[in-house]
């Protein structure tokens, strides 16, 4: 590699559970500037997923695939095949060294998913910055497994052989809520205890970080890490309880079943209801079994239009079009306001009102279980609620306002910052790697 193109040849990556992203230098930037690749038209950010199509060819790089928004579109229109999402979870565990069947009589190893997920990303890189890449920062989470070292440790050399396996020869980790809160370390104006709140499709995860003007330049930044606590609520839950409220109640959720004289009216099973809620389960109530079995069910119904609605989202196979109107509405009121849900597509005519007080009745435990799980955070971290200086918002659920404001609440003299909702870490890990490799020999 020439000089020249060695000062451009590096990457950040931020490969997420939900999520993944990628800077680069920026060419066209003041030195030391990075930018965010553009992964897909008109998009910085790419769904961390795989399918496997059960048909096809293998070619140099293996079965034949798609990545990203062309997986999940694979995988809701019926293909026959396997969909693989939050391969970060694999990281630490028995399953990265094994097998599994991804149909077509193929068997892919989960760490070559994991390689191959990473070789598109470096891909993508390479093809905006014009020339190879051969060294990169990796975000990794302050544990990936909890309270368990040696688990943790197995974890990240496994990404690090992922990363080696497709190229990368210079190999560098920072922990994603120092990348996500590099953003507030460029305007503090003195040493600060940081909470950052990183609320994303499946996971909240807070932790406590020290920053300020002495400690930017310093690349080892693990005694800034304070503390760091998570729980395994987000955004996937708000939709599945936004659809439940506000949607599903139209097709039979918790109707109740005809009168009957001396009786008192039974509810709906509800079970096909939280499958239909439920984004990797939507597709398992289209299996002619299961539609035979709810078609047979039309007397349980006092009124038999939502049987008939659901029959249509079933035989139509629009639950996870239902569940796209669910994530649209929550968005829809996530600053406040009320919206009306379009079910034309079902029934002619058909509208649900979606506000954001239905939100706040909606989700309102799961906001106070993300809340309780940042004061534990700030409580780990030895400090008291009135001693954060900042709150660093970050992830895709932080613009729901609600969910914001309560966070909010219960650190009065903290300066609330809101950082890009799916870029802030991939942008920090991008302000890291100008700063090492820069620094390098």
């Known amino acids: ?8 040849g590096f990457c950040a990556i931020d490969f997420g559970t939900s999520n993944s992203a990628i800077a680069i230098p920026d060419a066209n930037g003041d030195s030391g500037a990075m930018r965010l690749v553009e992964l897909e038209p008109g998009r910085l950010t790419m769904p961390t997923a795989v399918f496997y199509f059960a048909e096809g060819r293998h070619d140099a790089d293996g079965p034949p695939r798609a990545f990203g928004r062309a997986a999940l579109a694979a995988y809701v229109e019926g293909a026959d095949g396997r969909l693989m ?3 970060k979870s694999i990281l630490g565990s028995a399953l ?7 149909g077509g009589g193929r068997g892919v190893k989960y760490f070559d998913m994991l390689a191959g997920y990473l070789k598109r990303l470096k891909r993508q890189a390479e093809a905006s910055a014009g020339h190879a890449i051969d060294r990169v920062v990796l975000g990794r989470p302050v544990f990936f497994v909890d309270e368990e070292p040696a688990r943790d440790a197995a974890a990240q050399a496994s990404l690090e052989a992922a990363a080696r396996a497709v190229g990368f020869t210079d190999i560098h980790f920072q922990f994603e809520p120092i990348a996500a809160a590099f953003d507030y370390e460029r305007q503090a104006p003195r040493e600060q205890r940081v909470l950052v709140a990183d609320i994303g499709g499946g996971t909240s995860d807070f932790s406590v970080v020290r920053v300020g003007p002495e400690r930017m330049a ?30 599903l109640p139209e097709f039979g959720y918790r109707s109740l079943g005809p009168a009957k004289p001396g009786q008192t009216p039974r509810e709906v099973p509800s079970g096909v209801y939280f499958d239909l809620a439920t984004w990797h389960l939507i597709n398992t109530v289209y299996s002619p079994g299961r539609v035979a079995e709810l078609r047979g069910m039309r007397s349980f119904y006092g009124d038999t239009r939502h049987h008939d609605r659901l029959m249509t989202v079933l035989e139509d196979r629009m639950g996870h079009e ?28 058909l509208t649900v009102g979606f506000s954001a007080g239905g939100a706040q009745q909606a989700l309102g435990r799961d906001i106070e279980r993300i809340a309780e799980a ?3 955070t700030v409580a780990l971290a030895g400090l008291r609620l ?8 970050t992830g895709g659920s932080t613009g729901l306002l609600p969910l914001a404001e309560r966070i909010a609440a219960d650190y009065p003299a903290a300066r609330r910052i809101q950082g890009d909702a799916f870029a802030s870490v991939a942008s920090g890990l991008g302000l890291h790697a100008a700063r090492l490799f820069k620094t390098a020999p």
Not at 1 to 8: D, G
């Open 322 to 349: 239902l569940a796209g109107r669910a994530e649209d509405a929550k968005i829809a009121v996530a600053a406040g306001g009320e919206v009306s849900v379009d079910l034309g597509l079902i029934e002619p005519g």
């Open 374 to 376: 940042g004061r534990e």
């Open 1 to 8: 590699m020439s000089a020249s193109s060695r000062a451009t």
């Open 218 to 247: 310093r690349l080892d930044r693990r005694e800034d890490i304070l503390a760091s606590h998570g729980v395994h609520i987000a955004g996937t839950d708000f939709d599945r309880h936004v659809e439940l409220a506000a949607i």
């Open 96 to 102: 990265i060294d094994q097998t599994t069947d991804v």
């Open 386 to 393: 009135d001693q954060i200086d900042a709150l660093y918002f």
């Open 85 to 87: 999402r939050s391969m």
